[in-house]
Nanobody, 120 residues
Framework: QVQLVESGGGLVQPGGSLRLSCAASGSILHINVMHWYRQAPGKERELVAGITSGGTTSYTDSVKGRFTISRDITKNTVYLEMNSLKSEDTALYYC??????????????WGQGTLVTVSS
C-alpha cells in the first residue's frame, strides 16, 4: 500500500513562514510528478505548485516569488517552503503524486492534508 503523509502545517502570523513536507512510503519503484494543492474554506481545490522527477517546477501566479517547491528523490519526499504568508494562503494543503509501484503502473495518490492557518 502506497501512501503520502503531509506534515508541517500550523498557525502562523501574516508575513511568517512555514515548511510543509510530504513523504511517500510503500513499494515504490518511481515517482513521477509531485504536486501541492490547497483548498480554502468554501472554495475549490487549486493547484499550488508542481515538480517533475527531473526537477522542473511550476507555480500558480498567486504564490510565485513566495513559495518554493523542492524534492528529495532519495527520501521520496517533496517540500513546500512558504514565505511572506498571507491570510489568503489559509487552507488545507494536500500532496499529490503519480507513483509506480511493484504491482501497478503509475497511479494518482493523495495525502490526507495538513492545515495552514495564517492569522494574527
Amino acid at each position: 500500500q502506497v501512501q503520502l503523509v503531509e506534515s508541517g502545517g500550523g498557525l502562523v502570523q501574516p508575513g511568517g513562514s512555514l515548511r510543509l513536507s510530504c513523504a511517500a512510503s510503500g513499494s515504490i519503484l518511481h515517482i513521477n510528478v509531485m504536486h501541492w494543492y490547497r483548498q480554502a474554506p468554501g472554495k475549490e481545490r487549486e493547484l499550488v505548485a508542481g515538480i517533475t522527477s527531473g526537477g522542473t517546477t511550476s507555480y500558480t501566479d498567486s504564490v510565485k516569488g513566495r513559495f518554493t517547491i523542492s524534492r528529495d528523490i532519495t527520501k521520496n519526499t517533496v517540500y513546500l517552503e512558504m514565505n511572506s504568508l498571507k491570510s489568503e494562503d489559509t487552507a488545507l494543503y494536500y500532496c499529490r503524486a503519480l507513483i509506480r509501484t511493484v504491482t501497478s503502473e503509475y497511479r494518482e495518490v493523495w495525502g490526507q492534508g495538513t492545515l495552514v492557518t495564517v492569522s494574527s
